[in-house]
């Protein structure tokens, strides 16, 4: 199946900074999703990107498509300590849905 | 109503055991999934079924044996449990496919430790 390398692996932030988690692949992905989980909790599906070049928004998430379809972030803008938790990215190739190794956020507050 | 269920949340055993997890849905979806977690968080699928015939079976050591009864449910059953057993296993089904739409819903995962 498709492999996605995603880094940074941790990151620490202050309440308020921005932070990005990035995925690519060596290969051309027909789609991409990202999954958030929070500490304890399980992997919940936030968005899927298709189109090449794709930017789609959820309040202060940005989530893009590269142009060639091989990377993807996620963004957020002014970190609150409700966005602390593990943020997945996962490739999708028919019913086989591919992990990328996660980000794991933590926010001071 | 919840989803995606999982039972048991919490499974305490010593190596050499036998346990079994109930994963069941009622979304009506067609494939549901195993995953395991480790410590690291890194989810890796074990096994697959689509209305209750196994379409993924990843490189798990043959102690783990996956039993669909019906597509609303999976099962894992793990034999002569390890320490390397230990770890956080999800559950997750979808619908697929739907026009590539192949979101997954998990379930709130088995947190297994092996003594």
């Known amino acids: 199946g498709q492999q996605v390398m995603q880094i940074p692996q941790y990151q620490h932030v202050q309440e308020g900074e921005d932070f990005t988690t990035y995925c690519n692949s060596s290969t051309t992905l027909s789609n991409i999703q990202w999954y958030k989980q929070r500490p304890g909790g399980h992997p919940v599906f936030l968005i899927q990107l298709v189109k090449s070049g794709e930017v789609k928004k959820q309040k202060r998430l940005t989530f893009q498509f590269g142009e060639a379809k091989k990377n993807s972030s996620l963004h957020i803008t002014a970190t609150q300590t409700t966005d602390v938790g593990t943020y997945f990215c996962?490739?999708?190739?028919?019913?086989?849905?591919?992990f990328g190794e996660g980000t794991q956020l933590t926010v001071n507050p | 109503d919840t989803a995606v269920s999982q039972t048991p949340k919490y499974l305490v055993t010593q190596m050499g055991n036998d346990k079994s997890i109930k994963c069941e849905q009622n979304?009506?979806?067609?494939?549901m999934y195993w995953y395991k977690q480790d410590s690291k968080k890194f989810l890796k699928i074990m096994f697959s079924y689509n209305n209750k015939e196994l379409i993924i079976n990843e490189t798990v050591p043959n102690r783990f044996s996956p039993k669909s009864p019906d597509k609303a449910h999976l099962n894992l059953h793990i034999n002569s449990l390890e320490l390397g057993d230990s770890a956080v296993y999800f559950c997750?089904?979808?619908?697929?496919?739907?026009?590539?739409?192949?979101?997954?819903?998990f379930g709130p995962g088995t947190r297994l430790t092996v003594l």
């Open positions: 979304l009506g979806h067609d494939t």
């Open positions: 997750a089904s979808s619908q697929v496919p739907r026009y590539l739409h192949n979101e997954q819903f």
């Open positions: 996962a490739v999708n190739s028919g019913s086989r849905l591919t």
